[in-house]
């Protein structure tokens, strides 16, 4: 299976967003504030492929923080979906 690839902490931080897969695995990365929060995260939501999100069921959702360990969490995360996903 190929490697997992995020963006760096500066792209978060400039508020966008990013699709991505894993095997098939798919999942959509999302910077935003949460409602009664002031500091911003990335909300990742994941679904099996080969279809868009729009047409596929969200199977998970995560929130993790604009930071660099949020960073790492997610990527773990994003791992672990993608390895219960796959198999």
Same mark, same amino acid.
Request: charged share 20%; proline share 5%.
């Given at each position: 299976?190929?490697a997992l690839f995020i963006?760096?902490?500066?792209?978060?931080?400039?508020?966008?967003?990013?699709?991505?897969?894993?095997?098939?695995?798919?999942f959509f990365l999302q910077?935003?504030?949460?409602?009664?929060?002031? !500091?911003?995260?990335?909300?990742?939501?994941?679904?099996?492929?080969?279809?868009?999100? !729009?047409?596929?069921?969200?199977?998970?959702? &995560?929130?993790?923080?604009? &930071?660099?360990?949020?960073?790492?969490?997610?990527?773990?995360?994003? !791992?672990?979906? &993608?390895?219960?996903?796959?198999?």
């Amino acid at each position: 299976m190929e490697a997992l690839f995020i963006p760096t902490l500066s792209f978060w931080e400039n508020g966008n967003s990013w699709y991505g897969s894993l095997g098939q695995t798919r999942f959509f990365l999302q910077t935003g504030t949460a409602e009664g929060e002031t !500091e911003p995260s990335i909300t990742a939501r994941v679904w099996r492929g080969p279809m868009a999100m !729009e047409f596929s069921r969200i199977l998970d959702t &995560a929130r993790f923080p604009v &930071a660099q360990e949020g960073l790492d969490r997610m990527t773990a995360w994003l !791992e672990e979906q &993608a390895e219960k996903l796959n198999h």
